[in-house]
C-alpha cells in the first residue's frame, strides 16, 4: 500500500474515532457502535460462501454463486466478483474510473431478502459517478471511501462485483455513523480522457 493510501486510511480512521466519539454523547458508544456492526456483516457473510486467502494467481471464481473473498486483514471489504471484466486493461494511477452502483445497509438484511437498493445503476439521471484511482487526496476520490477502490487490484475494467464495506473504508462523510453497507458495482474505463 503507498503512502497516499496509508495516509488515506489513517485519516478516516481518526476522522472515525473523533465523529465516533461525538456519537456517545447519544448513549451508544463507538466501541457498541462497532460491535453492531460487525455483528450485521457476520450475519449477512455467514450466508454466503467466505474465503478469507485472495488466489495466489489471483484468479477469482466468478458468478453469483462465487464466495466473498476477504480483501484487507481485518476484513473491512469482502469481494464478490460476478464478473472480472478485462483483466489485461486495469486502470492506472491517477486514472478517471467510470461506475455504477447500488447499495443498501447491512443492518437491513435479512436472510432471503434483499432491502431497497439506491444508487445510480438504474437512473442515469443521477449522472456519472467517479473517482481517480489512488488518488485519495482530491475530494472526488476519498468521497466515495478506500473500499470501492480495492476491486481494481484483482479485476479490469467492464467488470462487476459485489462488495461487503465496513464504514472505515466506506463512504467518507458516513463513517461516524458506522453502517456497512452491501454494493453492487460495475467499473467503466473513461472514452474522454
Given amino acids: 500500500m503507498g503512502k497516499t493510501k496509508i495516509a488515506a486510511v489513517y485519516c478516516l480512521m481518526g476522522i472515525a474515532f473523533v465523529l465516533g466519539m461525538a456519537s456517545c454523547s447519544s448513549g451508544t458508544s463507538y466501541a457498541e457502535l ?3 456492526e460487525r455483528k450485521a456483516t457476520n450475519k449477512f457473510l455467514a450466508y ?12 477469482f471464481e466468478e458468478g453469483e454463486n462465487a ?9 473491512n471489504v469482502y469481494m464478490q466478483v460476478i ?11 491517477n486514472q478517471k474510473v467510470y461506475f455504477r452502483f447500488m ?31 489512488g488518488n485519495y487526496n482530491l475530494q472526488q476520490s476519498y468521497k466515495w471511501g478506500y473500499g ?3 476491486p481494481l487490484k484483482f479485476v479490469g475494467f467492464d467488470s462487476e462485483v459485489n462488495l461487503v464495506i465496513k464504514s472505515q473504508y466506506g463512504f467518507s462523510d458516513e463513517i461516524s455513523n458506522v453502517i456497512p453497507y452491501h454494493f453492487n458495482v460495475r467499473y467503466f474505463e473513461s472514452v474522454m480522457d
Fill in 48 to 59: 454466503h460462501r467466505v474465503e478469507t486467502q485472495i488466489p495466489a494467481d489471483t484468479i
Fill in 83 to 93: 464478473k472480472a471484466g478485462s483483466l489485461a486493461n486495469r486502470p492506472k494511477a
Fill in 103 to 133: 447499495f443498501y445497509s447491512l443492518f437491513e438484511w435479512e436472510p432471503g431478502t434483499t432491502p431497497e437498493m439506491v444508487g445510480n445503476a438504474n437512473d442515469t439521471q443521477m449522472g456519472s459517478t467517479y473517482f481517480i484511482y
Fill in 148 to 150: 470501492l477502490q480495492m
Fill in 34 to 36: 462497532l460491535r453492531d
Fill in 67 to 75: 464466495p466473498y473473498y476477504k480483501l484487507d486483514e481485518d476484513g
